[in-house]
């Protein structure tokens, strides 16, 4: 209980730290996304559906997709082809969580 505490509340911060570090665009449905998706993790770590090495996998995944973010936003424009390959991005990883979730592989 107290390691799903503490991944819970690492996976936080680092929810935080990739949006602060975004730059000066602000896009809320993109951000939205990221937070719900962040939110599925969690609950799929304390409910036991994910394991250890899905929950690094789909961790991965959303780092690379926040890290996408910033640089696409670090000229100061998100362009209409960046956000669109950033949502492509994000339904690719929301996929990837349900799959994750729903394989019968559970935590023990």
């Given at each position: 209980?107290?390691?799903?505490?503490?991944?819970?509340?690492?996976?936080?911060?680092?929810?935080?730290?990739?949006?602060?570090?975004?730059?000066?665009?602000?896009?809320?449905?993109?951000?939205?996304?990221?937070?719900?998706?962040?939110?599925?993790i969690v609950q799929g770590i304390r409910s036991g559906e994910l394991t250890k090495r899905?929950?690094?996998?789909?961790?991965?995944?959303?780092?690379?997709?926040?890290?996408?973010?910033?640089?696409?936003?670090a000229d100061g424009v998100l362009t209409k082809r960046e956000r669109i390959k950033l949502h492509r991005d994000l339904d690719r990883a929301s996929r990837h969580i349900y799959k994750e979730k729903h394989d019968n592989q559970k935590r023990y």
């Amino acid at each position: 209980m107290k390691a799903t505490k503490t991944i819970a509340t690492a996976l936080s911060l680092l929810i935080v730290s990739g949006t602060a570090f975004a730059g000066g665009i602000h896009d809320p449905v993109v951000n939205k996304r990221q937070r719900h998706q962040q939110k599925r993790i969690v609950q799929g770590i304390r409910s036991g559906e994910l394991t250890k090495r899905e929950v690094l996998r789909l961790e991965k995944e959303q780092t690379r997709i926040r890290r996408e973010e910033r640089r696409f936003k670090a000229d100061g424009v998100l362009t209409k082809r960046e956000r669109i390959k950033l949502h492509r991005d994000l339904d690719r990883a929301s996929r990837h969580i349900y799959k994750e979730k729903h394989d019968n592989q559970k935590r023990y």
